[in-house]
Every structure is written in structure tokens, then in C-alpha cells.
């Protein structure tokens, strides 16, 4: 009588979805957001105050919307280390267009329009000539903020008009800012492309297997492209809003943002290899890293030990999720 192998086990029901919900990555980011909150409104007397909490936002809200589109990209298997660059320059074209005496209208079409370039501009060098896009990016980075400062020098452009001051100061309702209101519309609308359309599926297709989703009919190239667009345009698009904050345009504005955004991908739970990742935990992570540097800021924190806590917090969360789906793995095997 020859020994047979012993069949799979197939248990027969899923796992239930509320140990599920508890034991996932996002709610460990809620409890650590509610943390960091206690502790900050402990830490210091102003936190709590209405206004210092809108405050808040103005720390994460521009990252946070190249992150959304960051992550995307990620999730696909490339990276865009060029975005903090984009702004850069798209806010030095604006502020070009300043002097020659553009409006409001136009100086936020030329803001959407240079992000949207650059970002095509990485797109077809990574996806048409097929060089690795961190390769790509870090030269895209030197590029485009090599021309910013080859426009401006040490100068700085200022004279924007009052109505353009709106988007990066303005207030919707009360406390909350335009920047907060378009961040939560982005956040829903990325969401439910990446978690509710066909468009989503491939993405996260061709970051787990880019071969096998070529031979399965999808179109590789021309999504990354796409991804590639969406950071720039995102770029773009906070380059309006940090240009319209500051009132002002200096080459080296934006400079280490790039650094904050991967943060906030990945501690939001995307794989930094690629394949995995949620809106919902960039959301978080970027209300999160808002809160951590508010917190620092209203402590008088300097500004070098922020970018070292930035730094130290990027190399552990890159850990921290492959040592948390393997406790999961256990917990559930």
C-alpha cells in the first residue's frame, strides 16, 4: 500500500471580517493617530484650539496630495522621486507668468499644465525607452529644479494677485481650508479608482507580476504612463497651493518634500516593492505625519531634528510592514 499525500485544507469559511478590520494595518495607524493627538494635546495648551488644528492641515495637505497619486504609482512598481522638483519649476513658470501680467486663471493653468508635463516627461522616458524610473526621476530631479534656479537665482518672484492668495489660504467653511476640502475630494476620488474600477485591478496587477499582466491583456506601458501623468498633474496642482500660501516663488521651494511624500506612501501600508497598498492608509499616515510635525513645531522643535525624525520614521516604517504581515500570516495561518 503506497502513501498517498495528504489533501489542502480549505477552510470553509473566510476570515471574519471584523478580526480582519482589527488586525489590519489601518487600524493600527488610527490608534497611533489617536496617540499622537492625546499626546500632542497634553504636550502643548494651544493644540486644541480650533484654528491651531486647521493649521495643522497647511503641514500635510500639498504632500499629501501628491502622495494619493504617489501611491498609485508605487503600487504599480515605480517610484517618482522628481515631484518636489516639479513644483519648483511649475512655480517658477507661474511666477514668470506674474510678470508678465497673468491672472489668477491663468497662472493656475500654467501651475496644472508644467506638473502634467513633467510628469509625461518621466512617464515616456521610464515606459518608452524602459529606464528605471528612480534612476529617471533622480536626474528629472536635478533637471527641473536645475532650471528653477537657473531662472531665479538668489531672486525670488512675489506681486501674485489677491484672488490667487485664495487656494493656498482660503477657507471653504469656517476652519476649514480650501487645501483641507480638496484633499478629502482627491482622497475619494483616488480611492475609488484604485479600489472600485478595472483601472485599480491592473494596477495593482502590474505591480505584483508586470510580465504575467502584459500576457494577460493589460496594457503596461500606457498605465504607468498614466500614473506617471497623475503625480505630475498632482505636483502641479500642489505647486498652486504652496505657491498661493507663501505668496512668493524661490527656486528652493518644496525642497525635501519628495522625502515626506514616500513617507506617507509607505507608512500608509503601500509595499515599497510594489503589488499592495490602500488609499485609506495614506490618508492616515498623512494625517499622522501632519500631527507629528505640528506637534514638533508647536514645541519648538528645529527644523533639522524634524528632518531626521522624517528620515529615521521612512526607514522604520519601510520594516514595520513586512514585519506586520508576517504577524498577521501567523495570526491567521
Not at 88 to 93: N, P, Y
Request: charge should be positive; include cysteine; aromatic fraction near 12%.
Amino acid at each position: 500500500m503506497t502513501d498517498t499525500p495528504a489533501p489542502h485544507h480549505i477552510p470553509d469559511r473566510l476570515d471574519n471580517p471584523f478580526t480582519a478590520a482589527v488586525f489590519s494595518w489601518e487600524a493600527l495607524l488610527v490608534a497611533v493617530a489617536v496617540a499622537i493627538f492625546a499626546v500632542n494635546s497634553f504636550a502643548s495648551p494651544y493644540f486644541l484650539d480650533a484654528w491651531s488644528l486647521s493649521d495643522l492641515t497647511f503641514n500635510f495637505t500639498e504632500k499629501a496630495l501628491i502622495a494619493l497619486a504617489m501611491a498609485l504609482l508605487i503600487i504599480s512598481g515605480e517610484i517618482d522621486l522628481s515631484v518636489a522638483a516639479i513644483i519648483a519649476l511649475a512655480s517658477t513658470m507661474m511666477g514668470m507668468a506674474v510678470q508678465a501680467g497673468a491672472g489668477t486663471p491663468v497662472l493656475v493653468a500654467i501651475g496644472i499644465v508644467v506638473g502634467l508635463g513633467c510628469g509625461a516627461f518621466n512617464g515616456v522616458l521610464v515606459t518608452r525607452l524602459g529606464l528605471p524610473s528612480i534612476v529617471v526621476t533622480i536626474g528629472t530631479m536635478s533637471l527641473f529644479r536645475g532650471i528653477a534656479f537657473i531662472i531665479l537665482g538668489d531672486q525670488a518672484y512675489k506681486g501674485y494677485p489677491a484672488s490667487f492668495a485664495f487656494f493656498g489660504q482660503g477657507y471653504v467653511w469656517w476652519v476649514v481650508s480650501f487645501e483641507l476640502t480638496l484633499f478629502l475630494i482627491a482622497a475619494v476620488v483616488y480611492w475609488f479608482l484604485l479600489h472600485r474600477t478595472s483601472f485599480g485591478r491592473r494596477v495593482f496587477a502590474i505591480g505584483n507580476n508586470p510580465v504575467a499582466a502584459q500576457f494577460s491583456g493589460v496594457r503596461v506601458g500606457r498605465i504607468k504612463f498614466i500614473l506617471f501623468c497623475l503625480t505630475g498633474l498632482m505636483a502641479g496642482i500642489a505647486s498652486v497651493l504652496i505657491t498661493s500660501r507663501l505668496g512668493s516663488t524661490r527656486p528652493s521651494i518644496a525642497q525635501g518634500y519628495e522625502l515626506e511624500v514616500i513617507t506617507m506612501v509607505v507608512l500608509g501600508g503601500v509595499s515599497i516593492l510594489g503589488g499592495a497598498g490602500s488609499i485609506l492608509g495614506v490618508v492616515l499616515a498623512a494625517f499622522i505625519m501632519g500631527l507629528v510635525t505640528f506637534g514638533l513645531g508647536l514645541l519648538n522643535v528645529p527644523g533639522i531634528v524634524m528632518s531626521i525624525f522624517i528620515g529615521l520614521l521612512l526607514i522604520i516604517v519601510i520594516a514595520l510592514p513586512i514585519l506586520w504581515r508576517r504577524v498577521r500570516r501567523e495570526r491567521f495561518a
